[in-house]
C-alpha cells in the first residue's frame, strides 16, 4: 500500500501544465498569466485634472488667499474633450475631473475654492501651487512597461490594469475540461423517480461542482451501467475533449466492478492506498482506440464520501497543476480535537469534522457523528476533513491534529 501523499505525488509526477490559450480579459479572471503584459499606452495617457475646478497658470493666483483674485473664463473642458483652449495670465478654464489640461495652464483650482461661474469671471479664493490637482501623463504607467508577468494570477484588479493598459485579452493557461462518467446499473439522475433498490447519481453533481469551484469547466455523462464495453464505448467518446476525466464506482473488489476490470489494461494503475476513506483508487494516462492522444483518468469510489475525500486529495491538486495555480493543495491548519475518535491501525484517517474558532482565536474540530462512507448529510454538514496519521489508533478530546479547511475561512 502506498500513502496518500505517495499517491498525489504519482499523480502530480504525471500531470502536465493545461495549454496556453489567448482568451478575453473577463475569462482570464481566476487563471495564470503564460505571458508578460506590456503597456501600450502611458497611464494617465495625458495631463489631466484630478477635480472640477478651473484650470490657471498658479502665478495668476499670487495673494488669492487674502483677497479673492477675478480671472477671465476662456473655455470650458470636460472628460473626453479636445484641448482646443489656451490658459494665460489672468485666465481661467473651467475642467472636469479628468479633462486634458489645456495649454499654458499648470494648476488647478478645485471648484470649491471658487465662486462656481460658468462663465465671465471667475472668483477664486485661494492661491494653488502648480502640480496637487494634476495627474501627469506616465505617472502610472509607462508605455512598453510590464504590467503584468507570466505566472500571475488574473484578478479584478489585475484585469483593470491591463484594460488601462490598452490590451482587451491576455494569454493564460487555460481552464482544464472535466469529464464525470458515474458508473453502476443502481444510479438514476437527480430529480428522477426511483425504482427498488435504486439511487439517485449524487457523485456526478458533487465532482462537476468541486471540479468547477477548483477552476475546471466539467460535464457530466449520463450513467454507464456496470458494463466494460458499455463503459470502454462512453470513455473513448470522452477523450476527444476530456483535459480530465473522472469515474466514480466500480473499483473495488465486488463482483460488478467493471472499472477495474475494463481499464486494468488501458493504462490505469489501480492501487490501495492507505486512508480512509477511499483505498481503492485508479489513476494513469488513458489509452483510447486512436493511441496518440491519452488523457488522465482518475478513477475514485464510488461511496460519496470516498469520492468526495479523493477528489479534494487527488483530482483538485492536478487540476490547479495544471492550471498553474499554487499552493497546489489546501493550507493545512492545527485544531483541538473536541471529542474522542478511533481509526484503524496503518490507515491514515480524513476524518470529516466541523471546525469552528473559540474566542481565543483557537481552531476547535468536532467529528462529524457519521464517519462511514455513506453519510452525506455530515458530509456536507463538515468543513474540513481532521487527518488522523495511519500510527494513531485512539485520539482523546483536546488532542491537537492537522485539519484541511473545506472552504476556506472558518466561523466562530
Ligand atoms: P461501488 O464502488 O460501485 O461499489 O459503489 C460503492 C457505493 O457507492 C455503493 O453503495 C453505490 O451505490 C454508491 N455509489 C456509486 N456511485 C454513486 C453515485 N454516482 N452517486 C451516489 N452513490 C454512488
Ligand atoms: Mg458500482
Known amino acids: 500500500m502506498r500513502t496518500a501523499t505517495e499517491h498525489l505525488e504519482a499523480i502530480l509526477g504525471q500531470t502536465k501544465v493545461a495549454p496556453r490559450q489567448r482568451v478575453p480579459l473577463a475569462e482570464a479572471v481566476g487563471l495564470v498569466l503564460d505571458e508578460d503584459v506590456t503597456a501600450a499606452v502611458d497611464l494617465p495617457g495625458f495631463d489631466n485634472s484630478a477635480m472640477d475646478g478651473y484650470a490657471v ?79 501627469r501623463r506616465g505617472e502610472d504607467v509607462r508605455a512598453g512597461s510590464a504590467v503584468a508577468w507570466a505566472g500571475n494570477v488574473v484578478g479584478p484588479r489585475t484585469v483593470a490594469l491591463i484594460a488601462a493598459s490598452g490590451h482587451s485579452e491576455c494569454v493564460v493557461h487555460r481552464r482544464p475540461h472535466v469529464v464525470v462518467v458515474p458508473t453502476g446499473d443502481e444510479l438514476v439522475r437527480p430529480g428522477e423517480p426511483l425504482g427498488p433498490g435504486q439511487i439517485h447519481d449524487s457523485n456526478s453533481t458533487m465532482l462537476q461542482a468541486a471540479a468547477v469551484a477548483a477552476g475546471a469547466t466539467a460535464e457530466i455523462r449520463s450513467a ?16 476527444a475533449h476530456a483535459d480530465a476525466i473522472v469515474t466514480t464506482g466500480g473499483v473495488s473488489m465486488g463482483a460488478y466492478d467493471v472499472v477495474k476490470s475494463a481499464l486494468k489494461d488501458k493504462g490505469i494503475d489501480f492501487v490501495s492506498v492507505a486512508m480512509q476513506p477511499g483505498k481503492p483508487q485508479g489513476f494513469g494516462q488513458l489509452v483510447g482506440s486512436s493511441p496518440a492522444r491519452q488523457v ?57 469534522a466541523v471546525v469552528t474558532r473559540d474566542a481565543a482565536g483557537q481552531l476547535l474540530a468536532e467529528p462529524v457523528a457519521g464517519q462511514g462512507s455513506h453519510f452525506i448529510a455530515d458530509l456536507s454538514r463538515a468543513n474540513a476533513l481532521l487527518v488522523v496519521p495511519a500510527s494513531v489508533t485512539e485520539v482523546a478530546a483536546g488532542d491537537p491534529l492537522d485539519v484541511i479547511l473545506l472552504d476556506g475561512e472558518v466561523r466562530s
Open 57 to 135: 497658470q498658479a502665478a495668476s493666483l499670487a495673494g488669492a488667499d487674502r483677497a479673492p483674485v477675478e480671472l477671465r473664463i476662456v473655455g470650458e473642458l470636460a472628460a473626453g474633450a479636445d484641448r482646443d483652449v489656451k490658459v494665460g495670465p489672468g485666465e481661467a478654464a473651467r475642467i472636469m475631473t479628468g479633462a486634458p489640461m489645456p495649454d499654458g495652464a499648470d494648476a488647478v483650482i478645485p471648484v470649491e475654492q471658487t465662486d462656481g461661474a460658468a462663465d465671465g469671471v471667475v472668483a477664486c479664493r485661494a492661491e494653488v501651487a502648480p502640480g496637487p490637482f494634476v495627474r
Open 224 to 239: 454507464v451501467g456496470d458494463d466494460e464495453d458499455e463503459l470502454i464505448r462512453v470513455l473513448d467518446e470522452a477523450m
Open 296 to 352: 488522465p483518468l482518475f478513477a475514485l469510489p464510488g461511496n460519496p464520501v470516498s469520492s468526495y475525500v479523493s477528489f479534494e486529495l487527488f483530482v483538485r491538486p492536478a487540476l490547479r497543476r495544471m492550471m498553474r495555480l499554487e499552493p497546489e493543495t489546501r493550507p493545512v491548519h492545527r485544531a483541538v480535537v473536541t471529542q474522542a475518535l478511533r481509526s484503524t491501525a496503518g490507515r491514515e484517517q480524513f476524518a470529516r
